[in-house]
């Protein structure tokens, strides 16, 4: 054996130490050389050792993940080339031709919310971003609802026994109606209140006392519209067969002249109708805070935009499904209004409202007649009322208001049309020509304030009053001196009933006792004699 094979691995290892720099000490022994080499090993190998006891389990976690994020990253580059290439010719085939024409015909169909966009984006990278943050606030909302706080449940409501008076129509329907303040022939003034949205004959005008009606010798008449409280539906109705309804009521009612007619919020399309169909029943209209139908053929697109101005995100959607989708609505109201339990009119109506309108609401004395309100408006359970107002509001009125006054066309001869260059000739108006006063509120974040310079542009001889400060609820709901102020506005100084209130029995019969009662201070004489006569 040569010198090389019979080196021990004593020997080998002692070789491999030495050149990386590691001197041994002995007296040419094998043993301490041995040693030597074993304790520097020993010492070197225990180092590492003890460094990857301290390392090991952060260093493996890391390269276990790195690992895995190339592994996904290969496999994910891998699918989208497999995708590429199946696809790859895919646009000329049958299925790729189909879902073309499906996508073209949706696109189309919700190409109206593009005027909902600033008129330089780009609709599709638009509407590619609202579907993103949707995405995000609904994981947001969804991890926020796992808050173990807990919530008051919602009370549930309670409707009432059937208690309404009401008339039979010539069409075998049946309409609800609540009378307030003097009796039929004591009325110097008549008033007929078709109700808003979510709403009821209760609601009238809400905190009126009866005092003010006995003293201005009103008499206030509000009916449940169709399907709402306890009037029969009337599937189809339009705004035609409201003003009738109105005008059956007051010939049952034994309303024999003309009746004033009060339009509050949504209500104030009824009231439009009455004045647009029954004019010659019309005495005048009082509205309060009245929506305006946007999609009206007088309304310029930048006051159509200002309509929905203050609107709060889930209200647009609302007025769009109502445009669009009407067939959705239940799956909202079932979930609102008609899922039995109580609740607050800005969340139902998803409003958005201002400092004097959080005030009212907030109170007690409406918040008692909220809930007696909605509970009698959702008596019969149906969704159904309730989608055809809301689509009535959005639908084509058969009727602009710009028919309420028009003026009157003539056939003038061409020398009378030439005349009228020269001479400035005042023109005949049609239609309705009584008064029409419009309060709005300047804080109304429900109707906007732009919707009655509308009004004041198309209906010339309406009177706008502009309240500072005031809301959408504010001045008409439960305040004294507003209603003080309206009915001053509308009828001048009161005057009480026409006829005075008649005596209670027994206050006539003590009359008639001291008529015929002699008095005390006359002598016998005079008592007999006026026996005898």
């Known amino acids: ?43 070197w190998y225990g180092e590492e050792e003890e460094g990857m006891a301290e390392e090991g389990w952060a260093q493996q976690a890391k390269g276990f993940a790195e690992s895995t994020a190339e592994m996904l990253r290969e496999l994910g580059r891998g699918l989208w080339d497999v995708a590429a290439q199946s696809l790859a010719g895919a646009e000329d085939s049958e299925l790729a031709r189909r879902l073309r024409k499906r996508a073209a015909a949706t696109g189309k169909r919700l190409s109206f919310m593009n005027e909902y966009l600033p008129e330089e984006r780009d609709p599709v990278r638009c509407w590619l971003i609202v579907a993103a943050v949707a995405f995000v606030t609904l ?19 309670i409707i009432s026994p059937p208690s309404a008076n009401r008339i039979l129509l010539p069409d075998g329907r049946h309409l609800a109606y609540e009378e307030q303040g003097v009796s039929a022939d004591r009325a110097r003034f008549s008033l007929i209140a078709p109700h808003s949205f979510l709403s009821s004959r209760l609601a009238g005008i809400p905190g009126i006392s009866a005092s003010l009606l006995e003293e201005f010798g009103a008499r206030l008449v509000t009916y449940d519209l169709p399907g709402f409280g306890e009037s029969d539906p009337h599937p189809g109705r339009n705004l035609n067969s409201s003003a009738l309804d109105m005008l059956h009521l007051a010939d049952a009612l034994d309303i024999p002249d003309k009746f004033w007619v009060v339009g509050y919020s949504g209500g104030g399309m009824h009231a439009w109708s009455a004045l647009r169909y029954i004019p010659d029943r019309v005495a005048g209209a009082a509205m309060f805070a009245p929506m305006a139908n946007p999609y009206d053929s007088k309304m310029t697109k930048d006051e159509r935009h200002r309509t929905w101005d203050r609107w709060s995100t889930k209200r647009k959607l609302m007025h769009i499904l109502a445009r669009r989708f009407p067939s959705l609505l239940p799956l909202f109201y079932h979930r609102s209004f008609l899922s039995g339990k109580q609740g607050q009119p800005e969340s139902w109506l998803s409003l958005s409202l201002g400092k004097k309108d959080k005030t009212l609401l907030e109170g007690p004395e409406f918040n008692a007649f909220w809930e007696r309100n909605v509970a009698e408006s959702v008596r019969q359970g149906d969704a159904r009322p309730f989608v055809e107002e809301a689509v009535l509001q959005v639908s084509d009125w058969g009727f602009s208001l710009s028919d309420i006054q028009m003026q009157k066309k003539e056939d003038r001869s061409f020398f009378e049309l030439i005349k009228s260059l020269f001479n400035q000739v005042e023109r005949e108006w049609v239609g309705f020509l009584g008064p029409i006063h419009i309060w709005q509120g300047m804080d109304d974040r429900v109707v906007s304030p732009s919707v009655a310079e509308f009004f004041r542009r198309v209906v010339p001889g309406a009177t706008v009053h502009k309240l500072l400060d005031e809301g959408h609820f504010s001045y008409f709901c439960f305040c004294d001196e507003c209603h003080r102020q309206i009915f001053s506005t509308l009828f001048g100084i009161p005057q009480g009933p026409i006829n005075p209130a008649p005596l209670p029995s027994s206050d006539v019969a003590s009359e008639l006792a001291e008529e015929t009662t002699a008095p005390d201070n006359l002598t016998e004489e005079e008592q007999g004699k006026s026996s005898l006569a």
Do not use: F, I, Q
């Open 139 to 157: 994981l947001v909302l969804g991890v926020g609802s796992g808050d173990e706080t807990p919530v008051e449940l919602p009370k549930k409501l």
């Open 1 to 43: 054996m040569s010198a090389a094979s019979m080196m021990t691995w004593h020997e080998d290892l002692a070789t491999l130490v030495g050149d990386a720099g590691v001197h041994l000490h002995g007296a040419g022994g094998e043993a301490p050389a041995a040693a030597n080499v074993a304790a520097a090993g020993a010492g």
